[in-house]
């Protein structure tokens, strides 16, 4: 099946909503009346593209994150990404330029644990420059960076920052773990 813009489109804001939409959400975010949003849902539907977990709710497949140009996961490839590094490989956590504050993680679940009590100028100074993205991309994690460069655009900061930064990480580490 061949992949037009909108059916494009629809499978990436269901990857960014992280959990299965209703055809209407879908509909409100592509300015589309929802029998066009539920006809491109469903022709997604039979291609594999999208699942229904639930009835009347519609999330992306591995499939269709291959479609919007994630790579494909297989338990190699996510116990590479789960893996311990070497300290010189390790992220380590700055709240400014050469202000290093002496911790650092060696996998993406440390960094998860970590991300829980650093020093939340740790993690306002880290977002915006795309470190942690970076980082993930170095492992191997395109998805989960790109996941994390999302979150630079939602005006967070604080401990809503953190929360959302954490949520983000511990359910890839999740995702990961069960493949």
Sequence with gaps: MSVG???KKILEILWE???????????KQMRLSIPSSTMHLL???RAGYVSTPEK????????GKEMIGM?????ERALNILRTVPPEKAFHFY??????????ANSVDDLCNKIQTIDIRSVEFHLPRGD?????????DLELAKRVSLI???GLSGEDLRKKVYETVKSRCEELASI
């Design 5 to 7: 813009q909108d059916k």
């Design 17 to 27: 909503a992280e959990k299965p939409l209703k055809s209407r959400e879908v509909a």
């Design 43 to 45: 022709r997604l539907r």
């Design 56 to 63: 009347g709710y519609y999330a992306i497949t591995n499939l």
């Design 71 to 75: 790579p494909r996961i297989d338990k």
């Design 95 to 104: 709240t400014e330029t050469d202000q290093y504050t002496g911790v650092y």
């Design 132 to 140: 942690l993205e970076f980082w993930f991309h170095d492992l191997g």
């Design 152 to 154: 630079k655009g939602t």
